[in-house]
């Protein structure tokens, strides 16, 4: 047993001897496989690292690229901004120059020829002339406000047209009428054809489509100095073509492409010879496309122009028009003003006495004003009293009786002290029922309906039309006529 253990004892004592003093050979195998692995892991090490590094640059020049991108997009957009933004900057001075331009020259017209007739020295022929002159500047001035207008209802998506019985003959003669004086004055002629067999009633705006074609007229009649203007009109397939060609100054191709662009006329000469906004194409196009068709321009530069209008012309309840309801084109006869055969008979507006026996209170604080409706109402019979705002107006129906004395109320809306709305909204609050008729210049759409929902019954615009004026008083304070009516 002792034996066995010295032998054990030896055995463990060479094995410990032999770990620590292993054979040079095998010492050397494994520094070299450890080395091996190490260099291995490191290569790995590097090659990852290197991959890593490439796709982070693969990463970064991307990026990078992608950056100079949108930076070179950005550029390009700030440098188109700031073209568009001096762009709208000079198309803004020059609409305002020309805004000036067109303001002031009817206004010198109108200030003018009344210092003229102040003087009262001259023949009734020539003051008649005068008179002429001043109510057609005066009407130039109110379809300048009015393109405004209808501009921004064009900018803002709120321009509407309406389908209602539209007489085509009598529309298109009431433009050739509009303009016949014109024409004649210049030495032109005007003439309208009619080329085909045509609807007599339409479903369409005739406002509006009155409105292009006194557009188109009136431009035509401006840059033609000899010649004529004819209007042609024609129907097929459920539309109708008026066709305004002149024998004019016409235009260049570069001077057509832009002719339907709002505030542009064909260059800034054009502006200081013959006037105008540069809106009436540009608002025309919109309602023609509004309107169920176009409006498209040809023009030949020293030789003249030709604009077609192309509107739908559908029955009023859709539909083609029934054989029925066309006129023969042989029934219908051209018609034709001959060069200088202006006339210079004086429109007279006789209204009868429709106003007898109806007492009307006007709420108007302009004296002007005043003066000229009271004498249209007058003259139409009606008895005028008024009060310059609506706090008189509103203590002399409530306090001092007078809603037993009054037909009818027509009231401003734009007024010191009270305005027209404030006075309508007490009076209703009071009890006061009379039939009240806002009378104001603020004539966009939206107008209408705060007018009717601060209590009014009716709406009516400045300048007063008087015809329409003395109707609508008719209508609301006639006594024992519906308001309804």
Same mark, same amino acid.
């Given at each position: 047993?002792?034996?066995?253990?010295?032998?054990?004892?030896?055995?463990?004592?060479?094995?410990?001897?032999?770990?620590?003093?292993?054979?040079?050979?095998?010492?050397?195998?494994?520094?070299?496989?450890?080395?091996?692995?190490?260099?291995?892991?490191?290569?790995?090490?590097?090659?990852?690292?290197?991959?890593?590094?490439?796709?982070? *640059?693969?990463?970064?020049?991307?990026?990078?690229?992608?950056?100079?991108?949108?930076?070179?997009?950005?550029?390009?957009?700030?440098?188109?901004?700031?073209?568009?933004?001096?762009?709208?900057?000079?198309?803004?001075?020059?609409?305002?120059?020309?805004?000036?331009?067109?303001?002031?020259?009817?206004?010198?017209?109108?200030?003018?020829?009344?210092?003229?007739?102040?003087?009262?020295?001259?023949?009734?022929?020539?003051?008649?002339?005068?008179?002429?002159?001043?109510?057609?500047?005066?009407?130039?001035?109110?379809?300048?406000? *009015?393109?405004?207008?209808?501009?921004?209802?064009?900018?803002?998506?709120?321009?509407?047209?309406?389908?209602?019985?539209?007489?085509?003959?009598?529309?298109?003669?009431? &433009?050739?009428?509009?303009?016949?004086?014109?024409?004649?004055?210049?030495?032109?002629?005007?003439?309208?054809?009619?080329?085909?067999?045509?609807?007599?009633?339409?479903?369409?705006?005739?406002?509006?489509?009155?409105?292009?074609?006194?557009?188109? &007229?009136?431009?035509?009649?401006?840059?033609?100095?000899?010649?004529?203007?004819?209007?042609?009109?024609?129907?097929?397939?459920?539309?109708?073509?008026?066709?305004?060609?002149?024998?004019?100054?016409?235009?260049?191709?570069?001077?057509?492409?832009?002719?339907?662009?709002?505030?542009?006329?064909?260059?800034?000469?054009?502006?200081?010879? $013959?006037?105008?906004?540069?809106?009436?194409? $540009?608002?025309?196009?919109?309602?023609?496309?509004?309107?169920?068709?176009?409006?498209?321009?040809?023009?030949?530069?020293?030789?003249?122009?030709?604009?077609?209008?192309?509107?739908?012309?559908?029955?009023?309840?859709?539909?083609?028009?029934?054989?029925?309801?066309?006129?023969?084109?042989?029934?219908?006869?051209?018609?034709?003003?001959?060069?200088?055969?202006?006339?210079?008979?004086?429109?007279?507006?006789?209204?009868?006495?429709?106003?007898?026996?109806?007492?009307?209170?006007?709420?108007?604080?302009?004296?002007?004003?005043?003066?000229?409706?009271?004498? &249209?109402?007058?003259?139409?019979?009606?008895?005028?009293?008024?009060?310059?705002?609506?706090?008189?107006?509103?203590?002399?129906?409530?306090?001092?009786?007078?809603?037993?004395? $009054?037909?009818?109320?027509?009231?401003?809306?734009?007024?010191?002290?009270?305005?027209? $709305?404030?006075?309508?909204?007490?009076?209703?609050?009071?009890?006061?029922?009379?039939?009240?008729?806002?009378?104001?210049?603020?004539?966009?759409?939206?107008?209408?309906?705060?007018?009717?929902?601060?209590?009014?019954?009716?709406?009516?615009?400045?300048?007063?039309?008087?015809?329409?004026?003395?109707?609508?008083?008719?209508?609301?304070?006639?006594?024992?006529?519906?308001?309804?009516?």
């Amino acid at each position: 047993m002792a034996v066995l253990c010295s032998v054990f004892c030896l055995w463990l004592a060479w094995k410990d001897e032999g770990l620590v003093k292993d054979h040079p050979e095998h010492v050397s195998r494994r520094a070299f496989d450890r080395e091996r692995r190490a260099r291995h892991d490191a290569e790995e090490m590097l090659e990852n690292k290197a991959r890593e590094l490439w796709e982070t *640059n693969k990463a970064l020049a991307a990026m990078n690229e992608a950056l100079e991108e949108r930076v070179a997009e950005r550029t390009a957009g700030l440098e188109k901004a700031i073209e568009l933004a001096e762009e709208a900057s000079n198309a803004k001075s020059r609409f305002l120059a020309n805004m000036s331009h067109e303001l002031r020259t009817p206004m010198t017209a109108i200030l003018g020829y009344t210092d003229v007739l102040l003087d009262g020295d001259e023949s009734a022929e020539e003051r008649l002339g005068r008179l002429k002159t001043i109510h057609r500047n005066g009407e130039y001035l109110l379809a300048l406000i *009015n393109d405004i207008l209808d501009m921004s209802k064009v900018e803002a998506g709120k321009m509407t047209v309406e389908r209602i019985e539209t007489r085509l003959l009598g529309l298109v003669e009431s &433009v050739r009428e509009m303009f016949a004086d014109q024409a004649a004055e210049k030495g032109i002629g005007l003439e309208v054809c009619y080329c085909t067999d045509l609807p007599g009633v339409i479903g369409s705006d005739p406002v509006r489509l009155r409105q292009v074609l006194i557009n188109l &007229v009136g431009n035509a009649i401006k840059f033609t100095n000899r010649g004529s203007v004819r209007i042609l009109v024609s129907y097929d397939d459920g539309m109708v073509q008026f066709g305004v060609e002149d024998s004019g100054i016409g235009m260049s191709t570069l001077q057509l492409e832009g002719v339907f662009e709002s505030f542009k006329q064909a260059d800034n000469s054009m502006v200081r010879k $013959y006037g105008g906004t540069g809106l009436g194409l $540009y608002i025309s196009k919109r309602l023609a496309g509004l309107l169920g068709g176009d409006l498209t321009a040809e023009s030949v530069e020293g030789r003249g122009s030709l604009f077609t209008l192309r509107v739908e012309g559908l029955a009023v309840g859709g539909g083609l028009v029934d054989p029925s309801g066309m006129i023969d084109v042989s029934e219908i006869k051209s018609s034709v003003n001959v060069p200088g055969e202006a006339s210079l008979t004086p429109g007279r507006i006789g209204f009868n006495g429709e106003l007898d026996g109806i007492s009307i209170l006007l709420v108007e604080d302009g004296i002007d004003n005043q003066r000229l409706i009271r004498h &249209v109402l007058t003259k139409a019979g009606a008895k005028v009293e008024i009060r310059e705002n609506g706090r008189l107006a509103v203590d002399h129906l409530v306090d001092e009786g007078g809603a037993g004395l $009054y037909q009818l109320v027509l009231m401003d809306m734009q007024m010191p002290v009270l305005d027209g $709305y404030g006075a309508c909204r007490e009076l209703r609050a009071l009890g006061v029922e009379i039939p009240i008729i806002a009378l104001t210049a603020h004539a966009m759409s939206h107008d209408r309906g705060l007018c009717l929902e601060a209590g009014c019954d009716d709406f009516a615009t400045k300048p007063i039309d008087r015809a329409k004026l003395v109707s609508m008083c008719r209508r609301w304070g006639r006594p024992g006529l519906s308001s309804a009516a």
